[in-house]
């Protein structure tokens, strides 16, 4: 008597960019409608969904709208009916969709987005910067940053288990770099649509579906008597959210044998003096600059944030505590902020302020418009951060790498 057993289920792998495994996200989890406006540099997102539909490797409603507001309002609704959707934009087309982003999230329906990070206009740029994204960071969107296009594949089916569970129906912001991962090419393993379907489970709202068959209210006009309440209630599933990552995570590792971390990434800084922090795909520049010191005998790492919202606050004490200082990049910026800075060197500081030991903190805005973040730039920063560790005192200063002195 002979027994089957059953064969091994194979990845394959493929040469693609960050927008092209964002795409092959999106065939794999079967979703069922996308919607498409223009804008560099997400759009290739859309490119490659048209092509996959054309070919018929994937039944959705792919709907051309006529502005990012639309784009934003369709996905809107048909995750209302129970649709799993796809939107994403850029720039200032992520922030003319501002009104529906911000309604999506108090009506706590999953939509996942990719953000292409760019600069905003005017003048008008094409190149990396992260304030789009940032805008709704107090919405009640999840957000988070990926760094390779592998992240940006797995990091998608995860937004959409985390998002859809019933204990989160909040959206989530994909961010990647625009240029930088958007359109760079990298060996990406792609999985069986088997795997991920038993990853990832049919999206179901339950009694919250708003169908004929079910007369709910949805948006109702509620003014002072409960949108205290409301929010609350966001606030308790951002929250919760923070549970579901971990599960979600832990059963991808399981499910399709990776070995991420769910909120940071951490670079050799178990015993660093100096530790540089970041997100997206600073994240390689920074690990060679890490690499090449280590060989000279300086002890530095790089903890890279991977969850924006909800912020890992656990996770960057514990990496941050015992360094001597701590330099935060930022690829974005606060203008009249308390550092006059970034956005995320606040959020760090924040997190580190009721440490036992006080950890100094430097600011660094770099890499804005898209310029690279070159090995000059990143020696610059533990060099200026390695000063501040010998005093043990901040600087109290903000300093912007590689900007040219004004001429005359």
């Given amino acids: 008597m002979t027994t089957r057993t059953e064969a091994p289920i194979a990845e394959r792998e493929e040469l693609i960019s960050g927008s092209e495994a964002i795409a092959n996200a999106c065939v ?58 796809f939107v994403g934009s850029s720039g200032v087309g992520w922030f003319y969709a501002l009104e529906a982003i911000a309604v999506t999230a108090g009506l706590r329906l999953p939509v996942v987005a990719l953000v292409g990070n760019r600069a905003l206009d005017d003048p008008g740029a094409f190149g990396c910067e992260h304030n789009d994204a940032l805008a ?68 179901n709202r339950g009694d919250l579906q708003l169908h004929p068959d079910n007369p709910i209210t949805i948006a109702p006009q509620v003014n002072e008597d ?94 941050l505590a015992n360094a001597k200082a701590v330099g935060v990049i930022d690829r974005d910026y606060s203008f ?15 997190a580190l302020y009721d440490l036992p030991r006080r950890v100094p903190v430097v600011s660094f805005i770099a890499g804005l418009g898209g310029r690279e973040i070159t090995q000059p730039y990143a020696r610059e920063m533990f060099d200026t951060t390695g000063q501040v560790a010998q005093t043990g005192k901040s600087d109290g200063q903000t300093h912007w790498i590689g900007v040219r002195e004004k001429q005359e």
């Fill in 136 to 203: 709704v960071r107090d919405l009640g969107w999840m957000m988070n940053w990926i760094s390779t296009a592998q992240e940006a594949l797995d990091t998608a089916l995860i937004a959409w288990r985390v998002a859809e569970d019933p204990r989160v129906f909040l959206p989530c912001a994909i961010s990647a770099d625009g240029a930088f991962l958007t359109h760079s090419q990298q060996i990406v393993r792609v999985p069986d649509k088997r795997l991920v379907q038993r990853f990832l489970p049919p999206y």
């Fill in 226 to 319: 409960w949108l205290m309440e409301m929010r609350k209630q966001t606030d308790a599933a951002m929250r919760r959210a923070w549970d579901v990552i971990i599960e979600a995570n832990d059963d991808f590792n399981r499910i399709f044998h990776r070995d991420s971390t769910p909120f940071t990434e951490e670079y050799m800084t178990e015993d660093a003096d100096v530790i540089l922090v970041g997100v997206g795909t600073l994240a390689l520049p920074i690990k060679v600059a890490v690499r090449r010191l280590r060989e000279q005998g300086h002890k530095v790492g790089f903890l890279r944030i991977k969850w924006f919202r909800p912020f890992p606050m656990p996770e960057v004490q514990k990496a």
């Fill in 336 to 350: 009249g902020s308390p550092m006059h800075s970034g956005v995320l060197v606040h959020e760090i500081r924040s």
């Fill in 28 to 85: 794999l989890a079967d979703i069922d409608v996308v919607t498409a406006y223009p804008i560099r540099p997400y759009d290739t997102v859309m490119q490659y969904l048209s092509k996959v539909i054309a070919d018929g490797d994937l039944s959705c409603e792919f709907i051309v709208a006529e502005s990012e507001h639309s784009q934003f309002e369709i996905v809107k609704h048909a995750s209302a009916v129970g649709a799993r959707t």
